[in-house]
């Protein structure tokens, strides 16, 4: 507003000075930046409003928070929803062992809610649970194994939510699939494939997670 201010002054003198009238000109000037104001203000919001990408360092910077405690092994599927400056609630995933107690849990979840909140100023109103079994060294070298064959897929950007159920002999992973993959459910079915190809006798399930957040 202030240039658009001045440049009317400026072109005033002119014309005061000079009779040379840049109105026309300086109107259609105005106009453009009027219109590119506009569209992005409308940009911006409609962004907000449909959704976009958290920033790098916030969704590091939680996620290194829920990390801190003992007894977390990793830190999944950040969502934030943002109502403002300053108010964004959110839900995330945590790994813990599969020993660990419903009281230890709830203990935990209580501790990581309050220090992202401190921290962070965000309001984890979900903390989900993955139980890991890798203290079974056979359930362990699977899970090893589940890792490399997805890390031979570029677009599978990560790996998370392993267990395997010995008894009930089934496989869960949740594999995050690029969006610049053409066919994500086309890449978690040879992952599919590949792991019962190797592991003969379990029903295998790939849940394919979206790279919401790093």
């Avoid at 009779?19 to 105005?30: N, P, Q």
């Avoid at 106009?31 to 907000?48: H, M, P, Q, Y």
């Avoid at 709830?106 to 903390?127: A, M, S, W």
């Amino acid at each position: 507003d202030s240039a658009v201010s001045a440049a009317t002054l400026v072109a005033a003198f002119i014309f005061i000075g000079l009779g040379l009238s840049l109105e026309a000109w300086l109107g259609a000037v105005i106009a453009v930046l009027v219109i590119r104001t506009g569209i992005e203000l409308l940009k911006d919001t409609l962004s907000d409003i449909l959704g976009r990408r958290m920033p790098p360092e916030e969704s590091k910077a939680i996620k290194e928070t829920v990390c801190s405690f003992e007894g977390v092994h990793g830190a999944y599927d950040l969502i934030l929803h943002s109502y403002g400056p300053d108010v964004s609630i959110g839900s995330i995933h945590i790994e813990v062992s599969e020993d660990m107690t419903a009281g230890e849990i709830d203990l935990l979840e209580r501790r990581i809610f309050e220090k992202v909140f401190r921290e962070n100023h965000v309001y984890l109103t979900g903390i989900g649970i993955y139980s890991t079994n890798h203290q079974d060294e056979e359930v362990k070298a699977i899970c090893d194994d589940i890792r490399e064959i997805a890390a031979g897929y570029p677009d599978v950007v990560q790996t998370h939510g392993l267990f395997v159920d010995k008894e009930r002999r089934t496989i869960t992973v949740d594999t995050v699939v690029s969006f610049d993959c053409d066919d994500r459910e086309a890449v978690a079915g040879r992952i599919r494939e590949e792991i019962r190809s190797r592991h003969p006798g379990y029903a295998v399930q790939v849940q394919i997670d979206s790279d919401v957040s790093d």
